[in-house]
C-alpha cells in the first residue's frame, strides 16, 4: 500500500498524539509531558547536515546553494580523498552559514586486524583524513572498528577490547591534538558484529576516558538493534558527537517509509542530554529530490518540536 508522503507530514501530529507523545517521560530530570511539548531544562537544537549527496545540485555550490536556502548548517564530506579536496571545500565554504559536520570514513584497512601492515594502512590514513578534519574544523572522523566482511580479524574477546581501547586512545590523543575527534560509530549486526549498540560504543569512550574519542548514533542502524532510541542517547549522553538519519525501512529519505519514519523517542532522548551537535542525513532517496529532500526536512523539524 502506497502511502502519502504529504499526508503523513500534515498528520503525524495528530497520530503521534494518538499514540502517546503524551505521556509522561521517566528520566532522571524528573520532566513529565503535559499537553504541550515538554520543557527541557538543558538548552538543545536540531543542527541539520547533509552528506556530499543528499541535496540537489550539479557541483558543491549548487548544492550549498540549495542547503542554504533550506536552513541545513552542516556538511558530512566522505573521508576518501580528502586532502587532495581540501582546496575545494575550503573555497566552495566561503561565505557560507554552512560548517563541516563530521567526516565520514575513507581511511583503509581496519584497527582490528591480524595483520600488522593492514592496522598501520588504517593508522596512516586516518591520521591523514584526521589532519583535513582539524582543517576544516569538523567535530571528528567516523570509524568503525571492522566490518563482517573485513578478515582476518581478531576474535571478540576482552583482550581484543583492551587493545582496541589501546589503540583508540592513541589515535584520539592524536585528533585532540589536532582539534578534532574520532567518532566510533556502531552498526547493524548484518554490517558490523563487533560494536552494535550506541551504549556500547560510549562504554568504550568511557572506559577510554579520552576528548578525542567519541562516538555517534545512526537511526538506521538503531532501528535493529535498540529497543528505545531515547535510551540510547540517553546512554552516550556527553560523548555523544553525531547523529545519523534515514528513513526506518529502506534506509531513505525520512518520510519515505511513511508512519515508520517516527523520531520523536529519539529526539526526546537528544533533547535530554542538551544535544546541540549535527543531526546528518546518510540515505539514498527514492523519489524526486527536489520534492522529497524539503518534505523530510519538514517532517524532522515538526518532529523535533513534538519531542
Known amino acids: 500500500m502506497s502511502i502519502d508522503r504529504r499526508k503523513f507530514i500534515k498528520t503525524s501530529l495528530a497520530s503521534a498524539t494518538a499514540i502517546g507523545v503524551g505521556n509522561s517521560i521517566k528520566a532522571s530530570t524528573n520532566i513529565l509531558s503535559t499537553d504541550k511539548a515538554p520543557q ?21 555550490n549548487e548544492k550549498f546553494d540549495y542547503m542554504e536556502k533550506h536552513g541545513v548548517v552542516g556538511f558530512e564530506p566522505h573521508g576518501g580523498n580528502i586532502t587532495k579536496r581540501l582546496p575545494e571545500f575550503k573555497e566552495a565554504l566561503k561565505g557560507r552559514n554552512i560548517d563541516v559536520s563530521a567526516i565520514c570514513a575513507g581511511f583503509k584497512g581496519f584497527v582490528l586486524s591480524t595483520d600488522a601492515a593492514v592496522r598501520k594502512q588504517f593508522r596512516d590514513t586516518m591520521e591523514e583524513i ?3 578534519a582539524g582543517e576544516l574544523g569538523s567535530v571528528g572522523v567516523i570509524m568503525v572498528p571492522a566490518f563482517n566482511q573485513q578478515v582476518p580479524v581478531m576474535p571478540h574477546n576482552q583482550e581484543t577490547r ?32 563487533y560494536l552494535r549498540q550506541v551504549a556500547d560504543a560510549a562504554s568504550i569512550c568511557r572506559d577510554i576516558n579520552n576528548p578525542g574519542v567519541t562516538c555517534l548514533g545512526d537511526f538506521w542502524h538503531m532501528t535493529h538493534e535498540e529497543t528505545s532510541d531515547m535510551a540510547a542517547f540517553i546512554s552516550a549522553g556527553e560523548y555523544l558527537s553525531h547523529v545519523h538519519m ?47 529532500v524539503p518534505e523530510a526536512l519538514a517532517l524532522l523539524r515538526m518532529q523535533w518540536e513534538m519531542a
Open 130 to 132: 584526521i589532519i583535513a
Open 162 to 193: 583492551d587493545f582496541m581501547c589501546k589503540e583508540l586512545d592513541d589515535l584520539g590523543s592524536f585528533a585532540h591534538k589536532h582539534g578534532t575527534t574520532i567518532i566510533l560509530e556502531p552498526l547493524n549486526r548484518r554490517e558490523a558484529f
Open 40 to 60: 527541557y531544562p538543558i538548552k538543545s537544537q536540531l543542527k541539520i547536515s547533509f552528506q556530499e549527496g543528499t541535496a540537489p545540485g550539479a557541483n558543491l
Open 246 to 292: 534515514a528513513s526506518r525501512k529502506r534506509r531513505s529519505m525520512p518520510g519515505e517509509d511513511g508512519e515508520a519514519d517516527n523520531y520523536i523517542d529519539g529526539f526526546k532522548g537528544l533533547k535530554l542530554i542538551g544535544y546541540d551537535k549535527f543531526v546528518s542525513f546518510e540515505c539514498g532517496c527514492q523519489g524526486d529530490r527536489n520534492i522529497v
